[in-house]
């Protein structure tokens, strides 16, 4: 079976190769993905922080024992069964049909059945990333297992792959996704990260409670070559920007400064923006927008970076370069690479769970 990865903040999967994602929903800390085929959901894929890490920092700073207990992952799925079966009439579960390892974590396993099907349920608890995993599955045994054979839920690299309807973005491990915009051709997705918090200087900073980190947003647009037609990419990536930023910044003017760049082998032109300010004002946030058109996956990209706060770009010599977040045509090549093997060197997972599970 030829299989791709799907790739989502830190979780990835290899799936066959006409699934994909098909819903996304983030809700109070929780994240759920559907990924499914022409037909229907094939799997759900939930996770939340289980609070571990948390706790562990208030027991230190408090100097007390910790409080809270991590529940063992058939303790969690049986939990998230009994909430089920108030939503979904006559589900029957069989709980504990198996233990398999999941990224290198101990996963309880469940059999389900409903009128609309049967399956197979997977939780587990990821020790590195500090989730729980809900791994809802429609299907057979045998297409279960080499699933689950394919799934990584946390990673040594210093960034997280995202990879879904036909994104393939490396981004900086902070940045979540916030909105997201698919139709036909086209497809935007916002990040959101944080700087790091300005340290204050001097003695005065132990009575000043730490400032709020600053957000930073940050925007890919992926749209199909032969939507844009005849039309010339440039004025249509200068209007296209424009109206991103008008929409999911709150307005950016662009400061007349254009450079020619390269991303990933094609001629990208940078262009910077800034926000906020007037005619007295400093501008209080700078961004650049690179913009390329990709023949080998017939798409025009936009990318709208920020750039690191206090600091005015517009005296400078050079606009700064476009970051390659973007991966844009060597995704198929990609995929014979297994995500598994690539982010488990070392990571030592397993390890990391049982100690948790031990100090619980
Ligand atoms: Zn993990
Ligand atoms: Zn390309």
Redesign the pocket.
């Known amino acids: 079976m030829e299989t791709k990865p799907i790739s989502y903040a830190g979780f990835s999967v290899l799936v066959p190769t006409d699934w994909d994602v098909g819903a996304i929903r983030l809700e109070q800390g929780m994240t759920m993905l559907g990924i499914q085929d022409a037909e229907r959901n094939r799997i759900e894929v939930r996770w939340e922080k289980a609070g571990l890490k948390k706790a562990r920092q208030e027991a230190r700073r408090k100097g007390k024992p910790m409080e809270k207990r991590l529940l063992r992952p058939d303790e969690v799925s049986e939990k998230f069964h009994q909430e089920a079966k108030k939503k979904i009439k006559g589900l029957d579960v069989q709980e504990g049909v198996a233990e398999e390892k999941i990224g290198g974590h101990t996963a309880a396993i469940s059999s389900w059945s409903d009128s609309q099907g049967s399956g197979y349920d997977a939780v587990w608890f990821c020790g590195n990333t500090d989730r729980y995993y809900y791994l809802h599955f429609v299907g057979a045994e045998e297409q279960f297992r080499s699933i689950i054979k394919g799934i990584t839920c946390h990673t040594s690299l210093p960034y997280y792959r995202w990879q879904y309807l036909g994104l393939n973005l490396s981004l900086p491990k902070d940045f979540e996704l916030v909105s997201q915009k698919a139709e036909v051709g086209r497809l935007i997705a916002v990040f959101r990260g944080y700087w790091e918090p300005q340290k204050k200087k001097g003695p005065a900073s132990f009575l000043r409670p730490a400032p709020l980190p600053e957000p930073r947003r940050l925007m890919v647009e992926r749209y199909n070559l032969t939507r844009l037609g005849d039309a010339d990419p440039a004025p249509w990536a200068r209007k296209e920007i424009n109206s991103l930023g008008h929409k999911y910044l709150g307005g950016i003017k662009f400061e007349k400064r254009e450079e020619d760049q390269a ?4 001629r990208a032109s940078a262009l910077l923006f800034s926000q906020g300010g007037g005619l007295f004002r400093k501008p209080s946030a700078f961004y650049l927008a690179c913009s ?1 058109t ?4 017939n ?1 025009a ?1 936009l990318l709208v970076v920020p750039l690191k706060p206090h600091h005015d770009y517009r005296q400078d010599e050079k606009l700064p370069t476009c970051p390659q977040y973007v991966s ?3 995704a198929a090549a990609e995929t014979s690479i297994n995500p598994a093997v690539e982010n488990h060197e070392g990571s030592g997972s397993e390890k990391g769970s049982e100690q948790q599970h031990k100090s619980s």
Do not use: L, T
């Open positions: 991303v990933n082998g094609h390329w990709c023949p080998e996956s798409s990209y844009c045509h060597w």
